[in-house]
């Protein structure tokens, strides 16, 4: 994930925060997005396996980053299909501010299944290898895909990444962004990894605990690293 801009215009200074939430999942199975900390902590940006509070403004389901921030995330679906991450994205220009919109958007992974049948039916371009963020940008306000150029298919042009700070800029120069909404992300059968075992990552658990249930001995997997 990342946040490009320094959203001067809108009030935001170096200590202004920007929440990444994530409003609702709709897929086969259960979801989540996690950052290992430096200890091998998960700490998480959201998981469907404990709903959805909105009456809560989704306090457990917000990632929370500076402007020019960039962090990668480890994402989980427990079954292949279809699935469609519905993201928000607000800036609080000091603690406590009034959250300010800048942009909403849905991450669509084809998990296990050909990304290309998603793509022909809604016309939106493949993503399936190379570096990705999803990304909150402060100067086009849009929740957007940064790709490396070239990386989506098809003949459409991406516009150059706009509005990168001081930090961001040389990565910029190399990427592409794109609506949010034009892209589909592949999540390849190849991709699978074990989760790690330790009570930190029950939130994984709670999400499969009766699927396990249902079929003893399977190992527990989870499909990959997108940013």
């Known amino acids: 994930m990342r946040v490009w801009g320094d959203g001067a215009d809108m009030g935001a200074t170096r200590a202004s925060q920007i929440d990444l939430t994530t409003t609702g999942v709709d897929g086969p199975g259960q979801a989540a997005a996690y950052l290992t ?12 396996s404990d ?5 809560g403004g989704y306090d457990t389901d917000t990632a929370q980053l500076p402007a020019d921030a960039h962090q990668h995330m480890s994402w989980a679906f427990t079954q292949p299909g279809v699935y469609r991450v519905h993201f928000r994205a607000n800036l609080r220009t000091t603690p406590g501010a009034t959250p300010v919109g800048v942009g909403e958007g849905t991450a669509v992974f084809a998990v296990g299944t050909p990304p290309e049948d998603v793509a022909a039916v809604e016309g939106r371009r493949v993503l399936s290898a190379g570096h990705a963020d999803i990304t909150v940008n402060l100067t086009t306000k849009r929740v957007e895909l940064a790709s490396d150029a070239g990386a989506l298919s ?3 042009a991406s516009a150059p990444c706009v509005g990168a700070g001081t930090t961001g800029a040389a990565v910029a120069s190399t990427m592409e962004c794109t609506d949010l909404d034009q892209v589909v992300i592949e999540v390849p059968t190849r991709a699978l ?3 790690p075992g330790e009570a930190s990552f029950r939130f994984h658990w709670r999400a499969w605990r009766e699927r396990l249930h249902a079929a003893p001995g ?5 499909c990959p690293r997108r940013h």
Not at 39 to 45: D, T
Not at 51 to 55: D, E, L, Q, V, W
């Open 37 to 48: 900390t430096s200890f091998g902590q998960p700490e998480i940006a959201f998981a469907t």
């Open 51 to 55: 709903g959805f509070n909105a009456a």
């Open 154 to 156: 098809g003949d459409e």
């Open 193 to 195: 990894t074990t989760i």
């Open 218 to 222: 399977r190992p527990r997997q989870a």
